[in-house]
């Protein structure tokens, strides 16, 4: 069931009609109307889970997963452009930002997790002769309540996909600004066979739906990616309800980040330079994973700030129409106004100067320029607090603090999501690995921290970014079951007393 598939393809709006060519303000076009749900909806998307469940929850492993599987094959051919597509004008991702997400990730993801399933349903325990022990893997009591990002297509299509496959049923909410793709991943599961009612889409405002279904005491589950916020609010609600529901729910949630580059005074500067400007800048910063802080030693940052400089100056932003361009608009006029906001802040502290970009323009879209920032204060609000977008912030520290730096990177932020180090030095980089240890759940030396791949380097960090329960593993997949132990014994015991127990023949029970 998907109570919002009443969506409709794009249609002009009266003023887009007066545009004189493609390249129009996207603020002039409606892709589609996306109807939203309220508490009725919700209601009736929680029974279709019910409903759907009963069957699904029984189907054999390999019937769930030739759906998925047979997702992926479509998507790798006849839904490949449109899905990207509908990334691009949705969320304004360039064509190779839209292609490794919407396209590489989703189909990746949809098959490495029924390689991650079955290798959780081959763990079986020991048996001791004239016993077989099993272990069976149940799917949760109830639905599980999957809530998506706008970034990501592949976290839209994991979410509430990854839980399914596992035998469950979802009541699912994308973001809002996500709408467009999530209706045509909704169309690529059911052409692949996924039954009505395993995965329900709902949209709507997150409060709206969001206290529905938590509030119902059929909730398994909590499969969450977003704001910290947020998650801190839903899982205060599920800890007021928690004697109302049938089972305690399994809550999984990737969060905020404010993910750091920190250099070694031996690091190449040249590297770092790149690690900062593909880490910072591809999709505009609103990765849960780009740069937003970095740490460089005083004997490189002068050549690391021209080359910033240089090299920032020249990033074409705009249209994701045109292939030339590296970054398009950010999402909305709520995250335009927090870059915005943020820039201005740097520009009147005393500290702290724009080194290059800084530029903002909504009049053809929410176009904010590649932003790095210089701070002189080592605890200066943007080190701190996530923004979202195309800006980063450095501070520059002694070349002979390595040690306190490190420190420094660990307390300086809230979060745990990840990080990069960049050094020469072997010794430098054991002593990061060991002093950042719980500083960033995906940890990367001498390279940028984006670009997690499916299967090499599953995905979560923890503090105040999440429950680091690693999507893109077998880590992920086994909170979205419920295991039960199976002992059958062959030839059963008939008399009550152990062998000790019998007495001797001569009635001394083995006493002289």
Same mark, same amino acid.
């Given at each position: 069931?998907?109570?919002?598939?009443?969506?409709?393809?794009?249609?002009?709006?009266?003023?887009?009609?007066?545009?004189?060519?493609?390249?129009?303000?996207?603020?002039?076009?409606?892709?589609?109307?996306?109807?939203?749900?309220?508490?009725?909806?919700?209601?009736?998307?929680?029974?279709?889970?019910?409903?759907?469940?009963?069957?699904?929850?029984?189907?054999?492993?390999?019937?769930?997963?030739?759906?998925?599987?047979?997702?992926?094959?479509?998507?790798?051919?006849?839904?490949?452009?449109?899905?990207?597509?509908?990334?691009?004008?949705?969320?304004?991702?360039? !064509?190779?930002?839209?292609?490794?997400?919407?396209?590489?990730?989703?189909?990746?993801?949809?098959?490495?997790?029924?390689?991650?399933?079955?290798?959780?349903?081959? %763990?079986?325990?020991?048996?001791?002769?004239?016993?077989?022990?099993?272990?069976?893997?149940?799917?949760? %009591?109830?639905?599980?309540?999957?809530?998506?990002?706008?970034?990501?297509?592949?976290?839209?299509?994991?979410?509430?996909?990854?839980?399914?496959?596992?035998?469950?049923?979802?009541?699912?909410?994308?973001?809002?600004?996500?709408?467009?793709?999530?209706?045509?991943?909704?169309?690529?599961?059911?052409?692949?066979?996924?039954?009505?009612?395993?995965?329900?889409?709902?949209?709507?405002?997150?409060?709206?739906?969001?206290?529905?279904?938590?509030?119902? %005491?059929?909730?398994?589950?909590?499969?969450?990616?977003?704001?910290?916020?947020?998650?801190?609010?839903?899982?205060?609600?599920?800890?007021?309800?928690?004697?109302?529901?049938?089972?305690?729910?399994?809550?999984?949630?990737?969060?905020?980040?404010?993910?750091?580059?920190?250099?070694?005074?031996?690091?190449?500067?040249?590297?770092?330079?790149?690690?900062?400007?593909?880490?910072?800048?591809?999709?505009?910063?609103?990765?849960?994973?780009?740069?937003?802080?970095?740490?460089?030693?005083?004997?490189?940052?002068?050549?690391?700030?021209?080359?910033?400089?240089?090299?920032?100056?020249?990033?074409?932003?705009?249209?994701?129409?045109?292939?030339? $361009?590296?970054?398009?608009?950010?999402?909305?006029?709520?995250?335009?106004? /927090?870059?915005?906001? !943020?820039?201005?802040?740097?520009?009147?502290?005393?500290?702290?100067?724009?080194?290059?970009?800084?530029?903002?323009?909504?009049?053809?879209?929410?176009?904010?320029?590649?932003?790095?920032?210089? /701070?002189?204060?080592?605890?200066?609000?943007?080190?701190?607090?996530?923004?979202?977008?195309?800006?980063?912030?450095?501070?520059?520290?002694?070349?002979?603090?390595?040690?306190?730096?490190?420190?420094?990177?660990?307390?300086?932020? +809230?979060?745990?999501?990840?990080?990069?180090?960049?050094?020469?030095?072997?010794?430098?980089?054991?002593?990061?690995?060991?002093?950042?240890?719980?500083?960033?759940? $995906?940890?990367?030396?001498?390279?940028?921290?984006?670009?997690?791949?499916?299967?090499?380097? +599953?995905?979560?960090?923890?503090?105040?970014?999440?429950?680091?329960?690693?999507?893109?593993?077998?880590?992920?997949?086994?909170?979205?079951?419920?295991?039960?132990?199976?002992? %059958?014994?062959?030839?059963?015991? /008939?008399?009550?007393?152990?062998?000790?127990?019998?007495?001797?023949?001569?009635?001394?029970?083995?006493?002289?």
């Amino acid at each position: 069931m998907s109570p919002s598939r009443s969506t409709r393809p794009a249609r002009p709006s009266a003023s887009s009609s007066a545009c004189a060519s493609t390249r129009c303000s996207p603020r002039s076009h409606v892709l589609a109307d996306a109807h939203q749900g309220g508490q009725a909806e919700v209601e009736k998307a929680i029974r279709a889970a019910a409903d759907a469940w009963e069957d699904w929850s029984r189907l054999p492993w390999e019937e769930r997963a030739a759906v998925f599987l047979r997702a992926a094959e479509l998507l790798s051919g006849p839904w490949r452009a449109t899905l990207n597509a509908a990334t691009m004008l949705g969320q304004s991702k360039t !064509a190779h930002q839209a292609e490794i997400d919407s396209a590489c990730e989703v189909i990746d993801f949809y098959r490495f997790n029924v390689e991650f399933m079955t290798r959780i349903y081959e %763990e079986q325990p020991v048996s001791s002769q004239g016993v077989w022990n099993r272990m069976e893997y149940r799917p949760l %009591e109830g639905f599980v309540f999957a809530v998506s990002p706008f970034n990501f297509t592949a976290i839209a299509a994991n979410l509430p996909a990854s839980v399914a496959l596992m035998g469950n049923t979802v009541v699912w909410k994308p973001a809002g600004t996500a709408s467009y793709s999530a209706h045509f991943l909704m169309q690529l599961l059911e052409e692949a066979g996924l039954p009505p009612g395993v995965i329900n889409l709902v949209y709507g405002p997150g409060a709206t739906i969001g206290d529905v279904a938590l509030g119902s %005491e059929h909730l398994a589950g909590v499969h969450f990616t977003g704001s910290t916020g947020v998650f801190n609010s839903m899982w205060k609600t599920i800890g007021s309800n928690v004697g109302h529901y049938r089972n305690y729910p399994r809550i999984v949630g990737e969060t905020g980040g404010k993910d750091f580059i920190v250099a070694h005074p031996s690091a190449d500067v040249d590297a770092v330079a790149t690690a900062i400007v593909r880490g910072s800048f591809e999709y505009q910063g609103q990765k849960c994973s780009a740069a937003s802080r970095v740490y460089a030693p005083a004997n490189l940052w002068p050549e690391l700030r021209e080359r910033l400089a240089e090299e920032v100056g020249q990033i074409k932003v705009g249209d994701v129409a045109d292939f030339e $361009n590296f970054m398009g608009a950010v999402i909305d006029a709520k995250s335009f106004q /927090t870059q915005k906001e !943020a820039i201005d802040e740097a520009r009147s502290h005393e500290e702290t100067e724009v080194l290059v970009g800084g530029g903002v323009s909504d009049d053809e879209g929410f176009f904010v320029e590649p932003t790095v920032i210089e /701070t002189r204060d080592p605890d200066f609000r943007l080190l701190r607090d996530e923004l979202f977008g195309p800006v980063v912030t450095a501070y520059v520290y002694p070349e002979g603090k390595w040690s306190d730096t490190l420190e420094l990177v660990d307390r300086t932020a +809230p979060y745990g999501l990840t990080g990069a180090v960049f050094a020469d030095d072997r010794e430098a980089l054991v002593e990061a690995q060991d002093a950042l240890r719980y500083a960033a759940g $995906n940890f990367y030396v001498n390279d940028k921290p984006t670009g997690a791949v499916v299967g090499q380097q +599953p995905f979560g960090g923890g503090r105040a970014s999440g429950t680091n329960d690693k999507a893109g593993s077998m880590w992920n997949l086994i909170r979205w079951v419920s295991p039960r132990t199976i002992k %059958e014994t062959f030839v059963p015991p /008939t008399d009550y007393r152990y062998p000790f127990m019998t007495p001797d023949r001569d009635g001394s029970g083995g006493r002289q």
